[in-house]
């Protein structure tokens, strides 16, 4: 009997857990933006509205490192990448990070991870780095061409790298601290 009580105290203890990681990895993956207000226009208002006097970067990278990271990485996707992940990389790990993403809204790296192959970033001139990204944002929205794959998510739509330029582009701002 007491068998018993313990195998249906464990079903349910194991249907509840379940149920809370169900509802615990929705809440997650839906706790992002909006996609259709993930456009270029709002991201360099955004920018723009940044008081730069006033800004302190948490992490490695100071804030004229950052928007140079975050230009190189737009102007990347028109000129191509200097180095590429892995055909397998990008089929397997790349393209499903990138479709939680954009499912999410957000996105979640690590802030300090250079472009691999990338030039070094300019540290100096925080205000010549911000030109420098919004102009990046500018000639990407009025890129003519092919847009060239991205290194770790592979071939990328007009509107998916959109997506993924500005979604790179908050994530970077959640390390800003207004001081």
């Known amino acids: 009997m007491a068998g018993m009580k313990r195998r249906k105290l464990l079903k349910r203890s194991l249907l509840l857990g379940t149920a809370g990681l169900v509802a615990g990895g929705g809440w997650w993956l839906h706790n992002g933006e909006d996609l259709a207000m993930l456009t270029i226009e709002q991201c360099q208002q955004r920018l723009r509205d940044l008081p730069l ?10 804030l004229a490192q950052v ?5 190189q ?3 990347y996707s028109m000129t191509g990448y200097p180095q590429h992940k892995s055909d397998a990389f990008k089929k397997y790990l790349g393209q499903h990070a990138f ?3 954009t499912y999410r809204g957000r996105m979640a790296h690590d802030l300090a991870e250079a472009i691999p192959g990338a030039a070094p ?10 030109a420098r990204l919004l102009q990046a944002l500018t000639d990407f929205q009025n890129h003519p061409g092919d847009l060239q794959p991205h290194f770790a998510y592979g071939e990328l739509t007009p509107q998916e790298y959109t997506w993924a330029h500005v979604m790179h582009v908050y994530n970077h701002l959640e ?5």
């Open 73 to 75: 990485s737009i102007e």
């Open 121 to 130: 970033l300019a540290d100096h001139n925080a205000e010549q780095a911000l």
């Open 53 to 62: 006097n006033r800004i302190k970067v948490v992490g490695e990278w100071n």
């Open 175 to 179: 390390a800003f601290e207004v001081v």
């Open 99 to 101: 479709a939680v993403f």
């Open 67 to 71: 928007f140079n990271h975050l230009a």
